[in-house]
């Protein structure tokens, strides 16, 4: 095995040749930030590379697999801890009950996702409600959109106004908010 240095390239020479590649060709192959790359060595996603005599990383080509499972994995909205647990599952620890863990931590974040969609939907019609409310105001002293933001709305325990409870209509001002009766 012949090793050839040469400013942030190796090639690895047993059987057949094996092009290590740059952190730079690592993020462009990938589509990553080099800053992302070296934040997820630091996490232990990824191994530590090699490093030619001048320090520059080498990694191998399998680095790009890795690398395109992480950010599809992040994709879907894993996040780096569960990253961490399906690379175990995947190549470090492969085990007959490993499938069954995967399918399990991927029915646990589907119903997150589902919740995060119900939640979505709730604020979604608030914000709609918002906006029917906004339509019949003119001036923004009366705007019920600013009014739910306001940190002067909060209810007595701290918390953020409850956006439905502000969309209800409110009198105009100088007005007593009742039908006045008709003289006559």
């Known amino acids: 095995m012949t ?4 400013t942030g390239f190796m090639m ?3 059987a057949e ?12 192959r990938t589509g990553v930030n080099i800053q992302t790359v070296r934040y997820y060595e630091r996490r232990g996603l990824l191994a530590e590379p090699a490093r030619t005599r001048s320090g520059y990383r080498c990694y191998a080509p399998e680095a790009v697999d890795r690398l395109l499972f992480i950010r599809r994995a992040k994709a879907l909205g894993f996040t780096l801890r569960e990253i961490q647990g399906l690379l175990d599952l995947r190549i ?12 399990s931590a991927t029915e646990a974040k589907v119903r997150m996702v589902d919740g995060k969609i ?5 604020l979604k019609r608030s914000l ?7 339509r019949t105001r003119e001036r923004t002293g009366e705007c019920p959109i ?3 933001i306001t ?3 909060e209810d007595a325990e701290g918390g953020p106004p409850a956006l439905v409870a502000q969309t209800r209509r409110r009198p105009k001002p100088g007005s007593s908010g009742e039908r006045r009766q008709q003289v006559g």
């Open 3 to 6: 090793l050839y240095l040469s």
């Open 12 to 14: 690895l020479r047993p």
């Open 17 to 28: 040749d094996v092009t290590m590649l740059t952190i730079g060709q690592l993020a462009n």
């Open 92 to 103: 470090d620890r492969p085990s007959p009950g490993s499938c069954e863990r995967v399918r």
């Open 118 to 122: 119900r939640e979505l939907r709730s």
């Open 128 to 134: 709609e409600r918002l906006l029917a409310a906004c």
């Open 146 to 148: 600013l009014d739910a």
């Open 151 to 153: 940190p002067a709305g």
